[in-house]
């Protein structure tokens, strides 16, 4: 069965340094794999996906990630912080049942 | 465009009783899916209905079941609500469906049940 696992359960980072959220996953095929934030009390907000093709994909606020099948990896970047982003930030990869498998969440504090 | 809407935005209820959830998905969207966070456990796959239809769910028991209507539009029933059904349940929708690939998932706000 599929899964993801996201290693950093709370991250804290100074606003305008770059960012790394890790994401790993467990699937047989090639991975449909997403990237979702959450602010408190709100719903999830897409901030980019992979389905095939360029590795490397942009997504919306300045993320972007990297798919790297070697290492099962589905890593979320930006260069450099701003204190709005913080938030819940989820990895999930969808299967052939057309659910997505969520993470546990990593937690992102923005320092001054 | 507008997103996908949940209502209510909270519901108390308590333990025995019976809740339901309504989400109305994006225009054009076909395909409703339902999710539990709940506090401890994360994101857990509840139901996917698509072109009226349930298509998969999750490993939860019967007493959590929808329905889809003509519009699209979904209700999330939960029956005989025990302590652990708090959550924020959220629902998504999306293009994607029986024929087409796997899509986005668009979520609404969300909907927080507290049972008491």
């Known amino acids: 069965a599929q899964s993801v696992t996201q290693p950093d359960i709370h991250i804290t980072v100074s606003e305008g340094a770059s960012l790394e959220l890790r994401c790993n996953y467990s699937y047989g095929a090639t991975p449909y794999l997403f990237w979702y934030v959450q602010s408190p009390g709100q719903g999830l907000q897409l901030l980019l996906k992979?389905?095939?093709?360029?590795?490397l994909v942009q997504g919306i606020k300045g993320f972007e990630a990297e798919f790297k099948r070697s290492q099962s990896s589905f890593n979320l970047r930006k260069p450099s912080v701003h204190w709005s982003d913080a938030a819940e930030y989820f990895c999930?990869?969808?299967?052939?049942?057309?659910?997505?498998?969520f993470g546990k969440g990593t937690s992102l504090l923005v320092t001054p | 465009e507008a997103g996908v809407t949940q209502s209510p935005t909270h519901l108390i209820k308590t333990r025995g009783q019976q809740a339901t959830l309504r989400c109305s998905p994006i225009s054009g969207h076909t395909s409703v899916y339902w999710y539990q966070q709940a506090l401890g456990l994360g994101l857990q796959f509840l139901l996917w209905y698509d072109e009226g239809e349930e298509r998969n769910r999750g490993n939860f028991p019967p007493r959590f079941s929808g329905r889809q209507f003509p519009n699209y539009s979904s209700e999330l029933n939960v029956n005989a609500l025990e302590l652990e059904d708090s959550a924020l349940y959220l629902c998504?929708?999306?293009?994607?469906?029986?024929?087409?690939?796997?899509?986005?998932?668009?979520f609404g706000p969300g909907t927080r049940l507290t049972v008491t």
């Open positions: 999930a990869v969808g299967d052939s049942g057309y659910a997505l498998n």
């Open positions: 998504a929708s999306s293009l994607a469906g029986q024929a087409k690939p796997l899509g986005e998932q668009y």
């Open positions: 992979y389905f095939s093709g360029d590795t």
